[in-house]
């Protein structure tokens, strides 16, 4: 964890070497204001803003965002198809809001990293209880908040601009009332359902007009995942755009830069990886009884190491 401590305070994470101010103030008054999240929030967006292109690795609970941290990064973000699975669903579709706030808010508040949320999809619940979900993990120190214009309830559709605008709005109005400034991220999956009546491509440009109007900070469009598509995507979208990509083979993080993407972020592909690894520990266990390579499990002190101490009664 020191080295960690040490990375933020040189700033040698994800660019933002880049992205602090140059304020001349020491390292420690430095490394207390990325404990604040007015601060987070400001260095998150200005992460989206630079042209430094980082990834952004997404997490289902608490452990796997400290052992992020531990390894280098400074900003995660939660995956709300992650923790479905989690918690033995097929699909966030499935798992209600409540959930997905409390778990990003146990992320946010037991950590000292960079935590944008991932809300969902706009269908799973009202604008009442997104408002209240995104004032609960705002308050727990989160300073990003993800939604997705997917119908929730199983649906395969989009939800209108109208209604994802009016979202995106409610979304910011109740993390300003929460007292933080948050980047709002809007979610079009638009390539990922396939064209409706007009193509995906024009549906992600026409959306995003909106959705900036609407007031969100940064575009995030999973299933653009070829550099010439990005590449137009960029040319056409006046903001931050995001790609989230899946286990399929894809460019390196220079070549998406190059094309116009200011973060790659990483969905549930890491809890698929991880569980792909525990299915061949499995078969290898069950085939052969040897126990080799448990060595190299993180030992458990080293866990509890991470994981923040008990609250003092």
């Not at 609960?136 to 605008?165: C, F």
């Not at 690894?277 to 190299?296: D, I, V, W, Y």
Request: proline content about 3%.
């Amino acid at each position: 964890m020191a080295e960690q401590d040490n990375k933020i305070e040189s700033g040698a994470v994800l660019g933002l070497e880049t992205t602090l101010p140059a304020t001349g103030e020491d390292q420690s008054t430095l490394k207390e204001k990325l404990q604040r999240p007015a601060d987070k929030a400001r260095i998150f967006r200005k992460m989206l803003t630079t042209g430094n292109t980082f990834m952004l690795p997404e997490v289902q609970d608490v452990a796997s965002a400290l052992v992020l941290g531990d390894a280098g990064f400074t900003a995660v973000g939660t995956s709300a198809r992650a923790i479905a699975w989690a918690w033995g669903h097929r699909n966030e579709a499935e798992l209600s809001i409540d959930v997905l706030s409390e778990t990003a808010a146990r992320v946010a508040g037991r950590t000292n990293l960079i935590v944008t949320a991932d809300l969902g999809s706009a269908g799973i619940a009202s604008v009442e209880e997104l408002s209240t979900a995104v004032t609960k993990v705002i308050e727990a120190g989160a300073v990003g908040v993800t939604i997705s214009d997917r119908l929730g309830n199983g649906g395969t559709g989009l939800v209108s601009e109208e209604e994802m605008s009016a979202r995106i709005a409610a979304v910011k109005m109740a993390a300003k009332s929460a007292g933080t400034r948050a980047v709002i991220t809007a979610r079009t999956d638009a390539m990922v359902l396939g064209p409706g009546e007009k193509s995906a491509f024009e549906t992600v440009v026409e959306r995003a007009e909106a959705y900036f109007d609407a007031g969100c900070d940064c575009l995030l469009v999973p299933g653009a995942e070829h550099e010439q598509v990005v590449m137009n995507l960029a040319s056409l979208i006046d903001g931050p755009l995001a790609i989230r990509l899946s286990l399929n083979t894809a460019c390196d993080l220079k070549t998406f830069s190059d094309a116009g993407a200011c973060c790659i972020m990483l969905g549930p592909s890491l809890m698929r990886f991880w569980l792909s690894q525990l299915r061949l520990k499995a078969e290898e266990l069950l085939a052969f009884g040897c126990f080799s390579h448990l060595e190299k499990a993180i030992p458990e002190v080293e866990i509890e190491s991470l994981l923040p101490q008990p609250e003092s009664s």
